[in-house]
């Protein structure tokens, strides 16, 4: 075959070998991959109660930025008949295990809550608690916070406790119950709640 003839055709097959191939370019910088969710930030919870009682009940009252739904919990802790009034109020001494008695209400549309309890036992001095506890929120209050209440920020009153063998962050606010032998304002009156149970005293 002519030399020419067959240059003449390798280039040929080799145009059209190339015709049929197509080059991508593809900018890096137009990738994109799937977004991780963010982890969700802390959020503080802001939460001011005060109790107010007589001989035969206690009634909560508080507000809270928390939204409608959310459930407080007040309870009672009572102590041991040794100790002393004194102790109770300078939180030298706990309460008793196995001793609660509690009652819930729920937070309303303007932040507000309340809870009224029967006075069981006069007699016997108790540390009384309002709590936010995140295992008995409904499910759009566990969404905000978290199931364990890993969601909550630090502020006044965060503490952690176990409750069915897991960890939890809740928020607690505590208080004295004298009994009415105590005389003065311990037979009737209100108490503002705080942190910790020393900071406590008739408002």
């Known amino acids: 075959m002519n030399p020419f003839r067959l240059v003449t055709v390798l280039s040929l097959s080799l145009l059209f070998l190339l015709s049929g191939c197509r080059v991508v370019l593809v900018d890096e910088s137009l990738k994109q ?9 802390k959020e503080s919870i802001a939460l001011q109660s005060s109790m107010q009682f007589s001989k035969d009940k206690l009634v909560f009252r508080g507000v809270t930025d928390l939204p409608k739904g959310a459930v407080i919990e007040a309870s009672l802790k ?6 002393t009034l004194d102790q109770v109020m300078n939180a030298e ?9 509690s009652q819930t209400g729920e937070v309303e549309d303007d932040g507000t809550f309340l809870i009224v309890m029967k006075r069981e036992d006069t007699e016997k001095r108790y540390q009384v608690s309002v709590q936010f506890r995140p295992e008995l929120q409904p499910q759009h209050v566990k969404d905000q916070y978290g199931e364990n209440g890993e969601n909550i920020g630090p502020g006044e009153g965060v503490f ?5 063998q ?3 962050t809740g928020i607690a606010l505590y208080g004295p119950l ?3 032998e105590d005389g003065g304002f311990y037979y009737r009156g209100k108490w503002d709640l705080h942190e910790t149970q020393e900071k406590s005293r008739p408002s």
């Open 160 to 164: 952690k406790y176990e409750a069915g």
């Open 166 to 168: 897991s960890e939890f």
């Open 93 to 101: 001494a706990e309460p008793l295990d196995g001793s609660k008695m």
């Open 178 to 180: 004298p009994n009415i």
């Open 78 to 83: 009572e102590y041991p008949q040794d100790v």
């Open 33 to 41: 991959t799937a977004a991780e969710p963010e982890p969700k930030g």
